[in-house]
């Protein structure tokens, strides 16, 4: 047996994995604290757990130990795995989320035909963008702040951004053709473009690259791409690339 744990910056998701990873797979969010309820129904003398954690590795780290699993890797980035081959001259520097995106995307982009690689962008607190080619090779990316953590950082350091009691419409991708006619209708609206703005740059330059999404806003930045793939457990996915 096999708990896959996905630590991010503001959740974590989990799945109990017995034979194989399909899409039938129960996959549960939450806090700590429902990973650690969740723990309590899971034989821990039998399971193994595999953990990529970019947020409260002590924590889960203690809590794993205080339930008695001691077979726990918490895996990090490599040089080379799962046939995808590092760009960073300090591997373990890349983080361990991006890195298992892109094995998944790596085991996808092998069923793939006449593209030439894949953009994998994980839309969560940080907004990622990486470029992996047909053979593997890492060939650099992106980090920009995610929607919330850009809106965020605007109205904390900038004197006249300042959050009033204003609605937002959420109607789609009509904001990327509107202006907005209050502070947070300015403030999202602006957000959204220049996230789509720099990932349809990328597209536009990566143009016989098949694109996945992933994380907490991959559904949002969906509505803006007619071609672009969804998979919201890319990193489960690739968890589970490197279980032996």
Partial sequence: MYLLIDAGNTRVKWALIENEFNENIEVLYGSLDDLAEALRSINAASTKILLSAVHQVDDLMVLLRDQHFSQVTAVKSKPA??????????????????????????????????????VVIDAGTALTIDVLNRDGVHQGGYIVPGMAMAQTALFANT??????????????????????????????????????????????????????????????????????????????????????
């Fill in 81 to 118: 795995q799962a046939g995808v081959t590092n760009s960073y001259k300090q591997p373990e520097r890349l983080g361990v989320d991006r890195w298992l995106a892109m094995l998944a995307s790596y085991k996808i982009l092998g069923v793939l035909e006449d593209v030439k690689g894949i």
């Fill in 159 to 244: 004197e006249q951004v300042r959050r009033y009691d204003e609605v937002v419409s959420l109607s789609g991708d009509g904001r990327l053709n509107k202006l907005g006619n209050n502070t947070l209708q300015c403030v999202e609206y602006g957000v959204i473009n220049q996230q789509v703005a720099l990932i349809e740059k990328v597209m536009n330059q990566y143009s016989e690259y098949d694109v996945i999404l992933t994380g907490g806003d991959c559904g949002l930045l969906a509505g803006f791409f007619t071609t672009a793939k969804v998979d919201k457990n890319l990193v489960l996915k690739g968890l589970w690339q490197v279980r032996n």
